[in-house]
């Protein structure tokens, strides 16, 4: 039987899409499998056609991207309704991603960055007509709908999506692995006793050793095990984009108490060496901390 | 909305990256008002790069844009070498080289087979449910099978160099952060001739739908407008050159230093979309809106960089001259760029300086300034400027993508189509083939 599907693409760079075209040959196997109702990146139905599904009539709806806008809030409330499954499909679904960023500034402050500081405008103003109102900040979708299924990574690699998509044809049990970055790296690792933090751009990183060990800040401890390493085997530094494992709350916070045990720094040498600790150590999952929960709360009093 | 006004409302536009509607206002007698191409959201990269290390910044940089991570990696990467005074060994900056190519290769195989080929082959009339790159890979599989091994290669090749295919990591201020392997230099090797089959089968599509499509190719949206690319002694470029400017008869009237982009570039910010639209600041807006993308470059450069291409862009001004300003003539130039892409890979494939190890300044001293990376984006010139403090922090950054550079003449194509064919009722008279896809 030939499952009903449907992809929407909130505020987002689309990078879910390309990794599930990544697929490739694979693709011959899943797409006679799929009958797409709604896929504006690859096929010609418009919105109103979405809406015009009958609800839960889409087996299985993957939803990528944040919102950022009023309409990827209806859309997003619109796929929940009409899909028996939801799937929040890569890490700004997730978790907000890199645009909750953002969430450290008021719209205001986003908006004058964007339209009125750059000296290469010549009308700053704030585009009004057909184009829908921002919300305040990012939040990640499970806060605004009920999600069935979490798939995170930025973006989920495509045998990420190929496994998740497969289980969810056949109906096959699809759980997050609990493991770490770290349980997939094939570096050497010592006992962790980190003097000095260095950035990417000094000296050179031995290619068989950890390399948090080496004094470069890679978060494969204290992320999901989902990538295969795929940075560390490149050499380059775990940026925690795919989030914490299953179970952790809030990732930054997980990430600074593992450091605190590590780390043989005083505090005012370990806040010299990170002056943005929320780039640093949230990096696509800002809008699902407890921190910017709270800022939130506190700019919507102001 | 008066009496008698109608607004037709494209929601959204379809088979696009990005996020746009379209807006077609009709007077009561029928005539095309305005066309408005609604950019419906942004998401403040230029805000949150501001504290970051600047370093960070091109892994960030790539989240803009999932079909074209790889150019905003890299021009990303070059405006804080600019900015720090920093020159990659030149070993690294081959390799950069491979990882743009690989990318344009694939996103332009991506965009021909999958956001373009179906309104070929299902024709533009064909059914909604029909026209679509997965009922191609049903119905023509051959077609289909061309163009998996086509995007295949130019991602595989694209995650090889850039440690992942989508959001690379490898570039770092000083080089990159690993080599590329002899093992993996050798396995993209021993596919060079199956993908130079794969790029003339490619072509050869190209032509057959060029001549069956030529009536809409020269008839509809033949929109002037000026032209926006990069170029390095006049050949046609992508990773490093010198910006060009044509003038809409085709006199170029700008070749500058992306450095000094801001005294020829300005952003105007319409009422009814987040892109906003850039122009040539000496002509004003609208007069000075531009094009960019593939016909833009083929239009700008004197020449292609490579043999084969220049062969096929010879063929393409021979028949439409130069500039062209037919819309649809994009796709034959994607085509013609493709084949440049995978002649500039064979070069660098076979450059023995590819597997360097010598990648990686060891000492990069991040200091106090400005700079300003630029590549050419599969869709057009991709500008990343940054502004870093004493330790190397980004204090402000300004970006010019690629579509901000191309969107206004999007919107200028669709005023003349939407005229020609809600006015003039063009598309009735034009001459097309029986589709393929039914």
Redesign the interface.
Known sequence: MTKRVAFAQLSSCWGCDQSLVDLHFSLLEVLPQLEILYWPAVVDFKLKDLEGLPDKSVHVGFVEGSCRTENDLHLLKVMREKSKLLVAWGSCSCFGGVQGLGNQWTLSQLTDTKFFKPETVVNPRLPTENVPAFLDKVAPNPQHVPFDIILPGCPPSSKNTFDAVTALLTGAPFDLPQKTVCDQCTRTREEKRIKKFRRTHEGKIDPKKCILDQGYLCLGFATIGFCGAQCPAANAPCKGCFGPPPGVKDHGAKIISALGGIVEMEPEELRAAFPDPIGSFYFVDYAASYLSRITSKEDSKK | MTDGERTIK??????????G?L?IRLTKTGKVKDV?F???????????L????A??AP??A??????C?VPHHLASVKAVEAAWDVTPPPAAVKVRRLHINAKQLSSHG?HFF?LAAPDFLAGPFGD??K????EI??ALPDVGKLA?HV??FG?DLSGSV??????P??S???GL??PFSEEKRDAFLKQLDSLKEWTTATVELAKKVIEDYWDPITKLAVVPTYYLGTHKSGNLEIYDGQIRVMDPEGKIVADFKPKD??KH??????????A?H?FYLPAG?PEGVWRANTLARCNIADRMATPLAQEALEEMRAKLGRPIHATFAYHWARVIEMVQAVEEIEMLLKDPDIVSTDV?L?D?Q?KKGNGVGCVEAPRGTLIHHYWTDE???IT?A?L?VATNNNIAGIEKSLLEAAKQIFEKRAHESLKLPEPKIR
Not at chain 2, 50 to 53: I, N, T, V
Not at chain 2, 162 to 167: E, I, L
Not at chain 2, 265 to 274: A, F, N, V
């Open positions: 494209i929601e959204p536009v379809t088979r696009l990256e990005g996020h509607d807006t408005q609604n950019v419906t959201s942004t998401r403040f990269f230029e805000k949150f501001e504290g970051r290390f370093e960070e892994i960030l790539p989240r803009i844009c999932g079909i991570p991506l999958a909604p449910a026209r679509n790159v997965a890979i049903k998996l995007m295949q991602q850039g440690g992942r295919p989508v959001h990591v490898t770092v201020p000083g952060l690993s982009y801001r570039l300005g952003e105007h910010i319409p009422d009814h979309s987040y906003t850039t807006y990686k060891s990069v991040p330790k190397g922090v402000a300004n010019i």
